[in-house]
């Protein structure tokens, strides 16, 4: 009898433990770590706008931008601490440099459109777009799904802006 309690008490810490340890899939985290950093880069981005644009509204961008993304990203954070997922809390060198090189920019309006409005934009759709039809887990898929418009809509709106401003 005592071995049979310490077996199923063996096996149901076992079970406990597997439950509250259990992880995203490899695929969805990978989507985590690219949305945080995406989210980040953009937030960084928008308040460069804010700082250096000379246009009203390449700095009203910015600002879309920071509020937008902050949202996003405590979305993020939510959806990632109830997953036990660790993102990333800072950009990557890659991304600090690529905003390096657009606050150095001779023409920062055009530059900033171009690279953070539309390029980046564009790349952040891919990306949830794919999520939003094949994450593993149904609300990191329902996040990316939820958040893609904003992502269209920013896109959309830097393409004006960048029309506004010629190329």
Known sequence: MKKVSVM??????????????AQVSKKD?????KAAVGGLYEVEA?????????SSDVKAFGEMLVKDHSSAN???????TSKSAVLPSELPAEKKNRLAKVAEAKH????????????????????????????DDPQIKA?????????VNHREHAQDL??????
């Open 8 to 21: 199923v008490a063996a096996i149901l810490g076992l079970a406990l433990s597997v439950g509250a340890n």
């Open 29 to 33: 985290q990978e989507f985590l770590n």
């Open 46 to 54: 928008g308040r460069l706008a804010q700082e250096k644009a000379n």
């Open 74 to 80: 405590d979305e993020l954070k939510a959806l990632a």
């Open 108 to 135: 920062f309006d055009k530059e900033f459109i171009r690279e953070v409005g539309i390029d980046d934009h564009r790349k952040d759709i891919k990306l949830f777009e794919k999520a939003s039809k094949n994450a």
């Open 143 to 151: 996040f990316a799904a939820k958040t893609l418009p904003a992502l």
């Open 162 to 167: 960048q029309r506004s401003l010629g190329k």
